[in-house]
């Protein structure tokens, strides 16, 4: 339900095409605050987590962190969903020995515990605020909370979302579109800037398709391929989660002739992008393979129709 209701109500075509102007305008923030800072040193990374914590905070409760209560929100958002990231890679023992669960031997779940009532207490804020507005009455605003909390309200309790589920919802959702974005943009700029030759194909091909004295816009993306490549190559060299999020398959299975029985934790390792057997000089940054044929990856003889992720 929480799927259908993310699809339809935050991730639809309509919805996203609603917010392209917050999307404009906060590019454009971010890029002539960079620009301000020429000749000196500047946290990409920082800046770039910035503009899309206030695009996603914008469609979820319509706010961006500079309007929320103290200056300082943003490093706290940043600090928070970066240290929830690191947690969620970090090997953990009770992983592979439940048994040792109980006894958080490294201390993973005190430290994600005090992490979630740091978010918890962000939330409960922003969602008293709406409860309010829509106990007195008055005009709110049509963002993702808001609907959230309207349909918390209907009378069937299966299908309902508790306050505790939309706390939840609303942290994947900043976890999940904040840090990982932002890596992943360092990481292209920080692979451009060490291959001078594929800075300049980019260069030529912005300047070519846009024009050197024009700011890029959405409508050029489809006709940048070669910008596409890069951003494509960094997630190969550099995914955001090298071993994903784990996950569980509902019935027994059998992957690459292992027997993977139902229940278990799968860590999918996406090291296989550097597999040299189906990539050439996987180590080296090279665009230029995405703009030829993709590898063909075969699954045949696998039941991955039990995995919820393929």
Partial sequence: ?????????????????????????????????????????????????????????????GGTVEEDEGASMGAEFR?????????????????FFPGLDRFDFQGITKQYDGLIR????????????????????????????QFLLRLKDESDPKTTPTITRVKSLLLDMVVGGSDTSSNTIEFAMAEVINQPEIMKNAQKELDSVVGRDNIVEESHIPKLPYLQAVMKETLRLHPTLPLLIPHCPSQTCTVGGYSIPKGSGVFVNVAIHRDPSNWENPLKFHPERFLMDSPKWDFSGSDLKYFPFW
């Fill in 1 to 61: 339900m929480l799927r259908k209701v993310c699809v339809s109500k935050m991730l639809s075509n309509a919805t996203l095409d609603s917010v392209h102007s917050l999307r404009r305008r906060e590019v454009r923030r971010t890029v002539g605050h960079i620009f301000g800072w020429v000749g000196s040193t500047v946290d990409v990374g920082g800046q770039v987590f910035l503009s899309i914590l206030n695009v996603v905070t914008n469609m979820l409760w």
């Fill in 79 to 95: 600090e928070v969903v970066s240290d929830i990231t690191y947690l969620l890679g970090k090997p953990n023992l009770s992983d």
């Fill in 118 to 145: 740091r978010f918890d207490q962000i939330f409960e804020r922003l969602i008293s605020q709406r409860m309010r507005i829509e106990k007195e009455g008055r005009e709110g605003g049509k963002d993702f909370l």
